[in-house]
């Protein structure tokens, strides 16, 4: 899409960061090319030092550094991002919408699915969180992951040799801490 060649380009997201900064460089980039620079250095420059400071182990000085990132990179990507909460629409009556539904659907797991899922909760890495021995937020990603989709866990067709390489690549990612810090 970004080899179109367009007098404007307009990209509507309801969450723009929410996701991962990969893919807020993405859809930057999209619209405006270049304005972050290549995706391994924005990689470098943002990516990393956010990610490193967002772990609960992490340093003051890497706290500070992935504040410092999370606020220059807000000024970048400011005069290209319009933001708008529903309760600012709705206070300027722009906005009005019928009283929120909610349908809780059940979906049961594929026999892929459930065969990984309980694989994994029988592999070392599962022992080890209840051992004290990791943090149960890995596992529970990967168990939400496995019920989303299991490729985002492991490939179609692949045998899981090793959860823990599955873990910390599918981890590795997911990018998850970088939210939080740039809200």
């Known amino acids: 899409a970004k ?10 997201t309801g969450t723009p960061i929410q996701n991962n900064l990969r893919e807020l460089w993405s859809l930057l980039d999209f619209v405006f090319p270049g304005r972050l620079g290549t995706l391994p250095s924005f990689e470098l420059e943002f990516c990393e030092p956010i990610r490193r400071g967002g772990y609960t182990n992490a340093s003051r000085e890497q706290a500070l550094v992935a504040y410092r990132c999370a606020v220059v990179l807000r000024e970048l990507i400011g005069p290209y991002l319009l933001r708008r909460t529903k309760d600012q629409c709705v206070a300027q009556n722009r906005l009005v919408l019928p009283e929120k539904t909610e349908q809780v ?12 899922y309980e694989d994994f909760l029988a592999s070392d890495e599962v022992r080890d969180v209840l051992d004290g021995a990791r943090q149960s937020f890995r596992a529970v990603t990967v168990l939400r992951k496995l019920c989303n989709h299991p490729d985002l866990v492991c490939p179609p067709e692949s045998v ?7 873990v910390e690549a599918s981890l590795q990612a997911d990018d998850a801490d970088e939210e939080s810090i740039i809200r």
């Open 160 to 166: 899981v040799q090793d959860w823990r390489d599955v």
């Open 105 to 116: 659907l059940f979906c049961r797991l594929t026999k892929r699915q459930r065969q990984l």
């Open 3 to 12: 080899q179109f060649r367009t007098p404007h380009r307009v990209l509507l």
